[in-house]
């Protein structure tokens, strides 16, 4: 019997190209493959021993002979390639429209708007690197004390502002200024808070992001578990994606490295129920960076950190790898890319060696939790408990 789920999304960490993904430009498209292929090889090898390199398809990574995991890979049914879109869809919701995005920048009534309820003018206004549009408008916002606004591929609304020009309180009340705006027809997926330190060509960006979200459209895998009476423990930007819906305890955390910390931390508590982590440095650091070393590197340390998590599963515990969407780093684009996902469980009582195939919806991961943990549930998705059970 399961009494706890521990569900680890790699963000950002797809497995090749989805059949439609010339619908949005990702045609070529394959995070892991192309990392491998551009660095001539990728050391993952206890993944590989779970069965990553068995996936269907998947290029760049060793095939064993007999893998300790289940393996397989999860296209995607919505509309969309960005991490709410992702999530939601693991947890059970379907998009059939995707978000709005606003590729030339917001509209002036828009902005405006938003100028009017904050009192300031706001500087920027357009797509950009989170990185890059800190060294263009960094000084001057300094000097002015003018946010600055921008977006990007995904469905956001960002603002940037440095701690020391703008607290970061103040920051925040400007965020949710702008998440009651941000309804209706001028929807967006996430409002981001982005506070900074530094100076002119050093600035930093500081671990204070807050994420403001929608609340999803309906009854995620989180809530079932919750109103079972058991924990839902969010580590990342978890509890900020779902907005808080479903969730029993939530911890932020400063990077990949805190992730890992705070999920084997918890993994060493007795709990019921879910632990649910997203590790976002693969994507926020060095899939929209296109920094090609970076990202094999932050595979590598997953990799090498993944025995320690093993070695903290409980005989009633079973661990999920997954990812929510791609970011290609070798690919001219900065954005997200329309992938499948992998698909790694393992567990003391879970069959190795299963090939789990190719699902038709990332649902399939949220419905598989639920059925592990024995809740009734009418969520979107197709489990493969059967698969996995002894």
């Known amino acids: 019997m399961t009494n706890r789920v521990i569900l680890i999304v790699l963000d950002s960490v797809g497995i090749g190209e989805l059949p439609d993904a010339n619908k949005y430009n990702d045609v070529g498209s394959n995070t892991i493959g192309n990392i491998s292929s551009r660095c001539n090889g990728i050391n993952l090898a206890n993944l590989s021993k779970l069965g990553i390199g068995n996936i269907q398809g998947i290029k760049g990574l060793e095939k064993v002979s007999s893998p300790m995991?289940?393996?397989?890979?999860?296209?995607?049914?919505?509309?969309?390639?960005?991490?709410?879109?992702?999530?939601?869809?693991?947890?059970?919701?379907?998009?059939?429209?995707?978000?709005?995005?606003?590729?030339?920048?917001?509209?002036?009534?828009?902005?405006?708007?938003?100028?009017?309820?904050?009192?300031?003018?706001?500087?920027?206004?357009?797509?950009?690197?989170?990185?890059?549009?800190?060294?263009?408008?960094?000084?001057?916002?300094?000097?002015t004390g003018y946010p600055i606004v921008y977006t990007s591929a995904d469905s956001v609304?960002?603002?940037?502002?440095?701690?020391?020009?703008?607290?970061?309180?103040?920051?925040?009340?400007?965020?949710?200024?702008?998440?009651?705006?941000?309804?209706?027809?001028?929807?967006?997926?996430?409002?981001?808070?982005?506070?900074f330190i530094g100076e002119a060509g050093h600035f930093k960006r500081t671990a204070k992001r807050h994420d403001y979200a929608l609340e999803p459209f309906s009854k995620t895998f989180l809530e079932y578990i919750k109103d079972s009476g058991m924990e839902v423990d969010a580590v990342g930007k978890i509890n900020d994606i779902y907005c808080g819906k479903g969730i029993t305890s939530?911890?932020?955390?400063?990077?990949?490295?805190?992730?890992?910390?705070?999920?084997?931390?918890?993994?060493?508590?007795?709990?019921?129920?879910?632990?649910?982590?997203?590790?976002?440095?693969?994507?926020?650091?060095?899939?929209?960076?296109?920094?090609?070393?970076?990202?094999?590197?932050?595979?590598?340390?997953?990799?090498?950190?993944?025995?320690?998590?093993?070695?903290?599963?409980?005989?009633?515990?079973?661990?999920?790898?997954?990812?929510?969407?791609?970011?290609?780093p070798t690919t001219e684009s900065t954005d997200h890319s329309r992938e499948y996902i992998p698909l790694i469980v393992y567990g003391k009582d879970i069959n190795e060696n299963v090939d789990l195939g190719i699902r038709d919806c990332f649902c399939d991961i949220g419905k598989t939790i639920l059925d592990l943990l024995n809740i009734d549930n009418n969520l979107n998705g197709v489990s493969f408990k059967d698969k996995l059970v002894k």
């Open 69 to 143: 995991g289940a393996f397989g890979k999860c296209a995607e049914a919505s509309n969309g390639k960005d991490t709410i879109t992702g999530h939601w869809e693991i947890g059970g919701v379907i998009l059939e429209k995707p978000l709005k995005t606003y590729p030339n920048g917001f509209p002036e009534r828009i902005i405006k708007n938003f100028e009017n309820k904050i009192g300031r003018k706001i500087i920027g206004n357009k797509v950009a690197s989170g990185t890059e549009i800190l060294e263009e408008l960094g000084e001057e916002h300094i000097k």
């Open 157 to 195: 609304f960002q603002i940037a502002a440095h701690e020391d020009v703008i607290s970061v309180d103040e920051l925040y009340r400007f965020c949710e200024i702008a998440r009651n705006m941000l309804i209706g027809d001028d929807t967006v997926g996430r409002v981001i808070a982005r506070p």
């Open 250 to 328: 939530s911890i932020h955390t400063k990077n990949n490295e805190d992730g890992i910390n705070k999920t084997i931390e918890l993994m060493k508590k007795e709990s019921k129920g879910l632990i649910f982590t997203n590790l976002v440095d693969f994507d926020m650091l060095y899939g929209h960076r296109n920094d090609v070393e970076g990202y094999k590197s932050a595979l590598e340390y997953f990799d090498m950190r993944l025995p320690e998590i093993m070695e903290n599963i409980n005989d009633d515990d079973v661990l999920i790898i997954t990812a929510d969407h791609g970011c290609d």
